[in-house]
């Protein structure tokens, strides 16, 4: 059902159908809810994050695999990249999915009203101290409780939003009509290191801009190192390189100048310099909420923010802008609204083990506590630092560049973390995420199992017996 404009009164309002969305399941279903989405259903990750880049990123993986055959005797080429066709076959698959998931809520959920458009909260009702939620199309809506999954955005530089030079995200990126043949990346995070791999392999050329001495660098420092020296092997990569002017060329390119005075001439800008969590655009002031040091709005354990009745979850307020992670926290929130607000068994985030993997090339994969967090924190720790190469599987992808990185606590065997570069990291890199969340030590997790040989996880099992308890 759709509303009409007006004041409605519900039990629950959502803001945000990324992870917001799966809130609502059958055990809401004698709760009146409204649905707050200015954007796509499904939000980021379906739309225009996870899921249509490693789309692309596996498209990539082909045509990269075929470019390094040689050295295994195949002589296998990339004779032409389709990227129309690329294109249709993402967004082929995800659009419907959108369409199907927002046709659901409006058409059937009898008890979900869906408003299409940017909300903010406006105080409270006086007579009935509801929730004043109010869209920009002029709805006004009086709820009990609220759950902002309200995401993140991009972060432009001012250099670049003041330039005038048109440039891309990954709102965009993914839909452009062709190929850009030559494509500056601003930014050296996951979001670079992603679209860098994709767009490299299928034949653009790449330039990566840091403004700092390395990619990726809120990584463990070994595994930053060496994927710097990977990725500067196979892309532009300018390190130490803040942008200080951008302009248009006559062209239609654009040109970066930096600090040092040197610049670079492309085709098409792609800015990925990390994402503001949306917190600053709901009108939180008016609640009382005030946003964190670094933009997010504030939950205890529980995901309630400091205002009775309003829950938050996802990159609007977590610590970690991962999908795994929002999905977590929409749980233990769900969880939490069917038991109440002041319930003694409250259900909590559990950030203990935590992974991420970039979908780059090589892929990476980490958990846990980089070795310079570890010392910082003042655990004894013994590390092991294993090469792909060392095993057998290394040797089957004559491969000179993957590493495991192991990090335990001596004495205990506890596992504080674990850092992967190489093929399959995002894979073999669970059995270890899965040891740290069950508490098993690096002997138990070692000795304590078959490792199928000679498969590629001996890396990890090598790399455990390897550490110095
Ligand atoms: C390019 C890219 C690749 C990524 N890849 C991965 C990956 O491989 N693995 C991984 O774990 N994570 C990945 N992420 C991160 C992941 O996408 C996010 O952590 C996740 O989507 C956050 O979910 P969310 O529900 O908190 O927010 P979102 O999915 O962003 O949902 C928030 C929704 O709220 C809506 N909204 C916001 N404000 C308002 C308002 N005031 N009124 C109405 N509607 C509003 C927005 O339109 C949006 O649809 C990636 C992110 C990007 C950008
Ligand atoms: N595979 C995944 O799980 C995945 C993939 C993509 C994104 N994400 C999530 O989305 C988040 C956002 O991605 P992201 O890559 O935009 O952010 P990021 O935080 O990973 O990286 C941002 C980078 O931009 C740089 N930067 C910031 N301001 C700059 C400026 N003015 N000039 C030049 N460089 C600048 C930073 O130094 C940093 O290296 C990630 O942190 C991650 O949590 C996850």
Known sequence: MTLQAGTAQVDLAIIGAGSG????????????????????????????????????????????????????GVDARVEAVDWP???????????????????????????????????????????????????????????????????????????????????HTNADVMRLPELPKRLAI??????AAEFAHVFSALGTQVSVIARGPKLLRALDSDIADRFTDVASTL????LDSPV?????????????????GGSLDADSLLVATGRTPNGDLLGLESIG???????????????????????????????YQLKHVANHEQRVVQGNLLKGWDAADLDAFDYRAVPAAVFTHPQIATVGLTEDAARAQGFDITVKVQNYGDVAYGWAMED???????????????????????AQASSI???????????????????????????????????????DI
């Not at 989405?37 to 045509?63: H, Q, R, S, W």
């Not at 909260?121 to 009086?142: H, I, M, N, Q, S």
Request: charged share 20%; net charge negative.
């Open 21 to 72: 969305n799966s809130v609502p399941d059958e055990r809401f279903d004698a709760t009146s809810i409204a649905i707050f989405e200015e954007g796509l259903f499904g939000g980021t990750c379906m739309n225009v994050g996870c899921i249509p880049t490693k789309m692309f990123v596996y498209a990539a993986d082909i045509a990269a695999a075929a470019r390094e055959s040689g050295k295994y």
């Open 186 to 191: 601003l930014g050296s995070g996951y979001i």
């Open 85 to 167: 066709a690329i294109v249709a076959r993402v967004f082929g698959r995800i659009d419907p999915i959108e369409a199907g998931g927002r046709e659901y809520r409006v058409d059937r959920c009898e008890n979900v009203t869906v408003y299409a458009s940017h909300v903010v909260f406006d105080g409270r009702d006086d007579e009935t101290g509801r929730y004043r939620l109010l869209t920009a199309d002029g709805d006004v809506v009086l709820a009990t409780e609220v759950v902002i999954a309200a995401g993140a955005r991009s972060d432009i530089p001012e250099v670049i939003a003041t330039s005038g030079v048109p440039f």
């Open 400 to 422: 000179t560049v993957g590493v495991c990185k192991v990090i335990a606590e001596r004495g205990t065997g506890r596992i504080l973390g674990a850092h992967l570069l190489g």
């Open 289 to 319: 909420i005030d946003l964190t040091d670094d933009g997010r709005v504030p939950v205890d354990a529980h995901g309630r923010t400091p205002a009775r009745g309003v829950w938050a979850l996802g990159d609007v307020s977590s610590p």
């Open 235 to 238: 892309w532009d990569v300018r």
């Open 244 to 260: 200080t002017a951008a302009s248009q060329l006559p062209d239609g390119g654009i040109r970066l100048e930096f600090a040092d």
């Open 429 to 467: 890199i669970q059995p270890v995420i899965q040891a740290m969340s069950f508490g098993l030590t690096a002997h138990e997790m070692a000795r304590g199992q078959y490792w199928i040989h000679p498969a590629l996880p001996e890396v990890v099992e090598n790399a455990l017996l390897g550490l």
